[in-house]
């Protein structure tokens, strides 16, 4: 019998005596809904280890048939995702420029000549030279190092891309990581890339396809290449921890690219060592003529080539000015191909020596002039439906400054929480999610009390001041679930803390208590607050602790396996409803026949059915997807808003509606439409929002929607900030890496957090919100 089975039914037993001591009260009045409502979550445990079973057949490893279908799925997957990149990196349009790449001339930085194979030389703008060149390192281990803006980045994607374009079955697949979320001081290298493989690609989790090792066969068996971008995007003092956890846990011959500013390379490997077996390439300085003709080519036939016939006619004549020193990088070259190349900006301005009297200036300018510019002729392409370009500069200077403020490049949406004071912290968070709940509270009551008449709303109107006394509950639950460490633990120690921070809970209670049930006795007040926290407890182990995850929700709800999904949520409805129905049953038999609704509605089955379509729909939003996509931003977000809905609904259906449906007193049976309102309102105000709200907490989406709404109230974001995000992104200001966005260039976002900024005025406020913009608002 496995763990999850004894912990199920060891729980059914200790429940099912405290449940014995708790009848011989014989105070039906007061305590029948609460032990009906235990008597349920004992059936339910009992339906529940069969779907904890299941969790035994997910765990056998994966076949080498497995393996190698799950490499080949990754390998289109991956290809699919750079290809769509590279197109709104405009990477092959007209073409990549020719940038020559050679070995590295600093002293100490690469490897034995013996250990890292033979000099390469090779031009990023081909594909095939570039698949060889990799292909002829021994170890095939690649460092590429250059000052910021040589395109380092643009040279790792075309390396990916070139060897999928080349790759044949069994070949490892190429997968690109952004480093900058990699924190040596907290994990491995290798448990950090388990880790974005299955955030990144979630599909690798479908265990039914792929079996449950997939991940670990995929490293193992040096099927991957990892692609890790912007060693120097780690704070200083983490690049040569780094740099030697890759030495450490990976073996040395693990297929792997590397990049990372020269300087801040040289400095990691004089504290750390070099990359074991690696060769180390950099760039040489763009030719003028070279950043010219590609301008050109992108540039469309007419009046507009004067512009840069000008400017080369210039350059020949003075081949040290500083517009001839600025287009030597790559960046500067594709930030005047988006300024002047695509737009009918005169490239002939950068003549202007006194305008521009260095390299620093035309740099300054063509970043200024990036965003309005390109915003301005989607604005012109689509007048309504795109950003206001000054609306658009404001929020992304905002969001750069936000950034720079986090000390990081990435810009992840479940992290948005820590940008707000009030959420930032796990006490604040506690009350501000406290606060809302509370009003959420005042408006339901409003609301209900409002449009409809319900009998004996004095006693319906007796619970809103019970209720806004539980939601202190919320303080300590999510503060102390915030002060908790996010390091992974088993099955009893997840039951311990949660059993601990419940009690803990519990201790906000009597308050509460004391006001629904004035002048019980003590043993009625105990059982009444040890009802709510062990219904906390259950919700806990359900969703999880109320406090941000480490990382969103990647299960997304599958129709691959319809039929076995089908059958299973058939066993959970049939079996919770027959047990459901054998509780009420046993209470009949008991002699609390009084305190049951009267009438001939099978309550037992209504709900036993609605508790086990609950059961059903929790399982299955939390089987392994089956989607062979890579995680975006706006399908994370989709997948974890999904996920946590679902699990709060499901959590505060289970534990709440039994209690909604014994409380509805008195009952009128020549009125049964307006006793069940009554009834869900008792239940609404009695539980549903404590478990609801917990389970919400378990999530990211709730923490990131509760941020995105104060941020943006603040004018910090748009309101729809993932269609802003979405927008920014295919016009090519930010680049897509996972669900995670960045600044297209680490300069870009420092030019933004930077440079001065006013605020925007109160009439600019409507822009936030255009109609409609092309993208799914989040």
Avoid at 569 to 596: D, H, K, N, P, R
Avoid at 616 to 639: E, F, G, I, K, N
Wanted: hydrophobic share 45%; aromatic share 8%.
């Amino acid at each position: 019998m496995s763990k999850r089975w004894k912990v199920t039914w060891v729980l059914c037993a200790v429940v099912a005596c405290g449940l014995s001591v708790v009848w011989p009260l014989r105070d039906p009045a007061r305590i029948s809904a609460a032990a009906a409502v235990v008597s349920a979550v004992i059936a339910l445990f009992g339906v529940l280890s069969v779907w904890a079973s299941r969790s035994g057949r997910s765990r056998a490893p994966s076949s080498s048939g497995q393996v190698a279908e799950a490499t080949e799925m990754l390998a289109r997957t991956v290809r699919r995702q750079w290809e769509d990149e590279a197109i709104l990196r405009q990477l092959y349009d007209p073409q990549p420029l020719p940038v020559v790449w050679t070995d590295c001339s600093h002293p100490g930085v690469s490897d034995h000549r013996q250990l890292v194979g033979t000099a390469v030389v090779c031009r990023a703008g081909d594909p095939q030279q570039l698949a060889a060149a990799f292909g002829s390192l021994t170890r095939r281990r690649l460092v590429v190092l250059g000052p910021g803006g040589s395109g380092k980045t643009t040279f790792a994607v075309l390396l990916l891309l070139a060897l999928l374009r080349t790759r044949t079955t069994g070949d490892p697949v190429p997968v690109l990581f952004s480093l900058s979320s990699f924190d040596p001081a907290r994990e491995s290298a290798r448990n950090w890339l388990r880790r974005r493989m299955a955030a990144d690609y979630p599909a690798l989790a479908d265990t039914e396809n792929y079996g449950a090792s997939a991940i670990e066969d995929l490293l193992t068996e040096h099927r991957l290449i990892p692609v890790l971008d912007g060693l120097d995007e780690l704070p200083a003092q983490s690049r040569a921890a780094a740099l030697a956890s890759l030495n450490d846990t990976l073996p040395a011959d693990t297929p792997l690219v590397l990049t990372c500013r020269s300087d801040d390379y040289v400095r990691a490997v004089t504290e750390s060592g070099i990359l074991t077996g690696a060769a180390v390439l950099e760039p040489a300085p763009v030719r003028t003529d070279d950043a010219l003709a590609l301008l050109k080519l992108a540039t469309p036939p007419g009046p507009r080539q004067r512009g840069w016939q000008a400017l080369a006619e210039h350059l020949d004549d003075q081949p040290q000015a500083p517009a001839a020193q600025a287009l030597t990088s790559p960046l500067m070259v594709a930030l005047a191909r988006s300024v002047y190349a695509d737009h009918d900006n005169d490239p002939a301005d950068l003549t202007d020596t006194r305008r521009f009297p260095t390299a620093a200036h035309i740099e300054r300018h063509l970043l200024d002039a990036l965003i309005p510019t390109l915003y301005g002729r989607a604005q012109r392409q689509r007048p309504n439906r795109c950003w206001d370009p000054r609306q658009a500069q404001r929020h992304l200077a905002r969001l750069a400054a936000g950034l720079h403020a986090q000390g990081t490049y990435d810009l992840m949406w479940w992290q948005l929480y820590r940008w707000t004071p009030a959420l930032a912290g796990p006490w604040r968070r506690a009350a501000t999610w406290a606060l809302a709940a509370s009003g959420a509270l005042a408006l339901i009551t409003s609301v209900v009390v409002a449009v409809q008449d319900v009998p004996s709303w004095s006693e319906a109107l007796r619970w809103f001041p019970q209720s806004v006394l539980e939601s202190f509950v919320f303080v300590p639950l999510l503060g102390l679930s915030g002060l908790a460490s996010e390091r992974e633990r088993g099955l009893l120690r997840t039951s311990a803390l949660a059993a601990t921070i419940s009690l803990a809970g519990g201790l906000v209670l009597p308050p509460s208590a004391w006001w629904y049930y004035h002048g019980a006795s003590g043993p009625v007040l105990v059982a009444a607050v040890g009802f709510v926290c062990f219904s906390q407890w259950l919700v806990m182990l359900g969703a999880g602790l109320p406090s941000p995850p480490r990382a969103p929700s990647r299960s997304r709800p599958a129709r691959q396996h319809w039929r076995r999904q089908l059958i299973r949520a058939l066993f959970l409805v049939v079996g919770v409803a027959a047990i459901s129905e054998t509780v009420f049953a046993s209470y009949t038999m008991a002699g609390y026949e009084a305190v049951l609704p009267p009438g001939t509605v099978p309550w037992g089955l209504v709900i036993g059915i609605v508790a086990g379509i609950s059961l059903a729909a929790l399982d299955w939003v939390r089987d392994p997807s089956t989607a062979h996509d890579a995680a975006t931003a706006m399908s994370s977000v989709q997948a974890d808003r999904l996920i946590s809905l679902i699990s709060g609904a499901a959590c505060a259906v289970v534990f709440v509606l039994p209690d909604a449906a014994l409380r509805a007193v008195p009952w009128v049976p020549s009125d049964p439409l307006r006793t069940t309102v009554f009834a869900a309102v008792i239940g609404v105000f009695h539980g549903g929002v404590l478990g609801l709200v917990v389970a919400l907490a378990a999530h990211s989406w709730p923490h990131y929607t509760l941020a995105r709404l104060i941020l943006a109230a603040r004018g910090t974001v748009p309101w729809r900030l993932q269609a802003f995000l979405a927008d920014a992104h295919r016009l090519g200001i930010l680049r897509q890496v996972g669900p995670v966005y960045q600044f297209r260039h680490a300069r870009l976002q420092h030019h933004l957090a930077t440079r001065p900024r006013f605020p925007a005025p109160r009439s600019d406020r409507p822009p936030d919100r255009p109609s409609p913009v092309p993208t799914t608002p989040v």
